[in-house]
């Protein structure tokens, strides 16, 4: 394939000031694998080419080129190639909610719009051929606009690009259905989504693997083939998001701990450290200054 100069282009929303980035990638040989992970803000992922399965919590998706998917704050997801010889080649963007918020207008909010999307599990569209092609070369202006350190008025015509192109996706979502997913009967889908429902209560091993009559050691080893990760892992990625929603709407940190499934306050004051270098109390006061939280 020859080289592209758009490819493997990325700019993180890790840099000061920077509230949405854009990536273009493409592979041709299987990718690293990607563990299950979540995000504070919104991914909008576009296909180009190549075969991908997508999981997204206990769903899955087998997108064609010219797809769109949504990927939620909070909702695990990863990748996965399907064996082939095809290139894997894909655009996506990352926007934080408080600048979706900011593209409000009189008329037009576009967060509700994909907070519906999410809500119904509305996560994949195929896209028509000229909205794509829209959505493809405005990422690709925007990756050429950007550099280490931007001028402020590309910055602006930049975010007024991207607003643009989300204001004909999310009319799009409202005229099209998406892809109704069928929720999966099989273990592991069933097992996700219990995790999901039951963050609060018991969801040791033991508990689980009584509640499905399976034994430990199968489903470990089935959650991890499929996820990447632990089960372990898994619930206390789940449980730490559950416990900064719980923070945003104002619980104090003693009672998101035990709302949030952990026993005791030391071990909850522990694992939200680690996952997000913040205290539970930083946590709240940094939400209170409106400063970037990890």
Do not use: W
């Not at 989504?193 to 080893?221: C, P, T």
């Not at 789940?238 to 701990?257: F, Q, V, W, Y």
């Amino acid at each position: 394939m020859p080289k592209d100069p758009f490819l493997n282009v990325y700019h993180p929303m890790a840099r000061p000031g920077n509230d949405f980035d854009v990536c273009h990638s493409a592979n041709q040989s299987q990718p690293v694998p990607r563990v299950f992970h979540t995000h504070d803000f919104y991914e909008i992922y576009f296909l180009i080419s190549g075969q991908p399965n997508i999981y997204i919590e206990e769903y899955e998706f087998s997108p064609q080129p010219g797809s769109v998917i949504i990927f939620p704050p909070g909702f695990m997801h990863r990748p996965a190639l399907r064996p082939s010889n095809l290139t894997y080649e894909r655009m996506y963007i990352h926007i934080s909610r408080d600048c979706l918020n900011q593209m409000k207008t009189k008329d037009l909010a576009i967060l509700p719009i994909l907070e519906h999307c999410a809500l119904y599990h509305r996560f994949l569209y195929l896209l028509d051929e000229t909205l794509f092609a829209m959505c493809i070369e405005t990422i690709k202006e925007v990756v050429l606009s950007t550099s280490l350190e931007p001028d402020p008025f590309d910055r602006q015509l930049n975010r007024l690009k991207i607003a643009m192109m989300l204001t004909c996706l999310c009319r799009f979502f409202q005229n099209k259905q998406g892809s109704e997913p069928e929720k999966p009967h099989h273990l592991l889908a069933q097992l996700i989504s219990y995790i999901n429902e039951n963050l609060a209560e018991d969801l040791s091993l033991g508990h689980l693997s009584e509640h499905f009559f399976v034994s430990k050691h199968h489903m470990q080893r089935l959650f991890k083939e499929r996820t990447q990760k632990t089960l372990h892992q898994y619930i206390v990625s789940k449980r730490i998001i559950l416990a900064k929603n719980l923070l945003e709407d104002g619980h104090s940190p003693t009672e998101t701990a035990s709302l949030s499934g952990f026993k005791d306050y030391s071990g909850f004051y522990r694992v939200f450290k680690e996952e997000t270098l913040l205290t539970p109390r930083e946590y709240q006061a940094s939400l209170k200054r409106q400063l970037p939280i990890k």
